[in-house]
């Protein structure tokens, strides 16, 4: 119903900056909190940043003045700029969605969607 893809991961040295961009599509008729989460192995997924429709937003304590997520409404997509990237930065990062659809002229609230993630990878 909703589909998520994630783009922008990669390599990077440490200090060096990054982009990750997230894009909804389907059949979706809002959006109401859009968010970055990242996961290492053996690890559980951790919050790093979200934002509400009304640009409501929250960063964990550790990404706080580093990582900024912004959204584009028109094109159902979030954004998360990371600069002064550290090694411990390093994880697969997914982007998530608050969604609701339109079906039979009923608006449904949808389960929460993910994307597939992006490996992001900070090294010298």
């Known amino acids: 119903q909703v589909q998520l893809v994630e783009s922008g991961g990669g390599l990077v040295q440490p200090g060096g900056s990054l982009t990750l961009s997230c894009a909804a599509s389907g059949n979706i008729f809002s959006i109401d909190a859009m968010g970055w989460y990242r996961q290492t192995p053996g690890t559980e997924r951790e919050l790093v940043a979200t934002?509400?429709?009304?640009?409501?937003?929250t960063y964990a304590d550790s990404v706080k003045g580093r990582f900024t997520i912004s959204r584009d409404n028109a094109k159902n997509a979030v954004i998360l700029q990371m600069t002064s990237l550290k090694p411990e930065d390093t994880a697969v990062y997914y982007c998530?969605?608050?969604?609701?659809?339109?079906?039979?002229?009923?608006?449904?609230?949808?389960?929460?969607?993910w994307g597939q993630g992006t490996q992001v990878t900070v090294s010298s």
């Open positions: 998530n969605a608050d969604t609701t659809s339109l079906y039979s002229g009923k608006i449904s609230r949808n389960s929460i969607s």
């Open positions: 934002i509400t429709k009304n640009s409501r937003i």
